[in-house]
Structures are given as C-alpha cells and as structure tokens.
C-alpha cells in the first residue's frame, strides 16, 4: 500500500486548511486511515481515523470540534477538513493505513505516507 498526502501549508491562526491522502496499491488490506501529527521535539500523535467501510471517525480530543475527517471509497482518498486553526496544531501531518478501527497509536499502523508541513501562525 502506497500514501500519497498533500495539502499543507502555512494558514494564519483561525483558518482552515484540508489535507488530502490517496491510497494507492493493495488498498482492500486497508480497515482504516488517518493522520498523526508530530511538533518539533515532540512525539507523534494521533489526530484522527476513520474506517473504510463504515466510516466510523475518530478524533483527539485536542481536535474535536475542529477537524472533521472524511472519506471517498471510489478515489481511495482520505481528507482532513482542519478548521478554526491554532499555533498549537504546527506539526508535520503524516497519513496513515492500517487493519486497526482506530490508528491511535503508531503501532498500530501499518502504513506510512511522507509528512505534510501543516504551520498555524499566530
């Protein structure tokens, strides 16, 4: 399985942005995908998930409210809808695949996609 993300960027605080990932391969090994996220000098950390079939979504709590993740089955595509942006959500945003209902940990995922720089300027 091949990630493929884009859509990040450098947005004033109170924006919005959305991040797309494409899935691309043996896509139907796939129970869900998301997003970590990982600030400098910080550990990466889950920001949400959402399963394939059902579309059962996930959120940190740190973005609930704020964020919205969503799906589309036919382009094997990922988004996240990030909104209302703060300082604080700076990090680079990494995709992520795998056959867990929740991607909350890293070691639950089994697929990696290359970051996207996401930077909340104050």
């Known amino acids: 399985v091949q990630l493929q993300a884009s859509g990040g960027g450098l947005v004033q605080a109170g924006g919005s942005l959305r991040l797309s990932c494409q899935a691309s391969?043996?896509?139907?090994?796939?129970?869900?995908m998301g997003w970590l996220r990982q600030a400098p000098g910080k550990e990466r950390e889950f920001v949400a998930s959402i399963t394939w079939s059902g579309g059962s979504t996930f959120y940190a709590d740190s973005v609930k409210g704020r964020f919205t993740i969503s799906r589309d089955n036919v382009k094997n595509t990922v988004y996240l809808q990030m909104n209302s942006l703060k300082p604080e959500d700076t990090a680079v945003y990494y995709c992520?695949?795998?056959?867990?209902?929740?991607?909350?940990?890293?070691?639950?995922?089994?697929?990696w996609g290359q970051g996207t720089l996401v930077t909340g300027s104050s």
């Open positions: 391969g043996r896509t139907f090994s796939i129970y869900s």
């Open positions: 992520a695949a795998g056959k867990s209902s929740l991607l909350s940990e890293t070691r639950r995922v089994d697929y």
